[in-house]
């Protein structure tokens, strides 16, 4: 349903618009195309979530298929861009943001003691609010497009790469379970299916000689790639700190953003 639709329904309802919010995307806005009037993606305008919108978290259909967190975003994103096409890291951030104005920002959940002497199992609390983004800092090969250059350490080859995007994600999720339907899969199955959905290019080859190259590559560097393509992706900040209250250790958690993240509980603390 569409805003418009939406809000004349809520004004009838309840004498007042859908509440929304602009929310600031991580990637600063320099990797995506200008829009129709010159525009660079800064920013997100996105509404609450309603009612309607917990079919979507109820469905084990589209729970199972990895896709009721794009519908959330097609749902509740008031623009024309197509949030399939966002990197994982702004989506990050609008999904956290959809959360904490429809939901409240403290997000409970069970942590586990970090101290391996102590086997305490708790009720944490995360404060939304306090997430910090993790800005880009690298400039892209050219002007507004999702791709970037590394150079290898040992071979010294040049790798043009991109940060996954929701269709990436979604398309390495489809693959996944039809390898663990077909009996195949595993970690190391997983890592380099995702580097060749992230690399473009290897010293100005792409396709199928990039992807070769990624099964032959020096294990040195493919963790250095690994790793830059890591450190520089812009995405959401989810470690706080956490005090167990049996041992009274403090160390840094980071919450799973799940889809229990999304689960109202009554009592909710704003």
């Known amino acids: 349903m569409n805003k418009s639709y ?28 200008l829009d129709k009037d010159g525009n660079e993606l800064k920013e997100i305008d996105v509404r609450i979530m309603v009612a309607s919108d917990l079919n979507i978290l109820y469905s084990k259909n ?12 097609k749902n509740c994103c008031l623009s024309d861009r197509d949030v399939d096409e966002l990197i994982v890291g702004d989506r990050n951030a609008i999904l956290i943001a959809i959360r904490a104005i429809s939901f409240g920002t403290i997000y409970e959940t069970k942590v586990k003691c970090q101290d391996p002497e102590c086997p305490k199992t708790f009720d944490g609390e995360f404060d939304i609010s306090k997430i910090n983004l993790k800005l880009l800092e690298l ?57 060749k959905k992230m690399v473009i290019t290897i010293d100005g080859k792409g396709g199928v000689e990039a992807a070769q190259a990624i099964d032959v590559m020096e294990v040195r560097d493919s963790l250095s790639l690994r790793q830059y393509i890591i ?15 049996v041992c009274e250790s403090v160390y840094e958690y980071e919450f799973d953003m799940d889809y229990d993240f999304f689960y109202p509980r009554t009592g909710q603390k704003k």
């Open 139 to 195: 400039k892209p090969i050219q002007e507004y497009t999702n791709m970037f250059k590394f150079v290898l350490p040992q071979t010294q080859k040049e790798v043009v790469f991109k940060f996954l995007t929701g269709k990436d994600s979604q398309d390495l999720m489809s693959a996944k379970q039809n390898k663990m339907k077909g009996g195949g899969g595993g970690l190391e199955d997983d890592m380099t299916a995702t580097l």
């Open 62 to 73: 589209l729970i199972k298929s990895g896709k009721a967190f794009s519908m959330i975003l």
């Open 231 to 245: 450190d520089s992706q812009p995405d959401v900040e989810l470690l706080q700190e956490m005090t167990c209250p």
């Open 6 to 33: 939406l809000d004349k329904i809520s004004q009838q309802a309840f004498g007042k618009s859908i509440p929304q919010q602009t929310i600031p995307l991580p990637s600063t806005g320099v990797l995506y195309p």
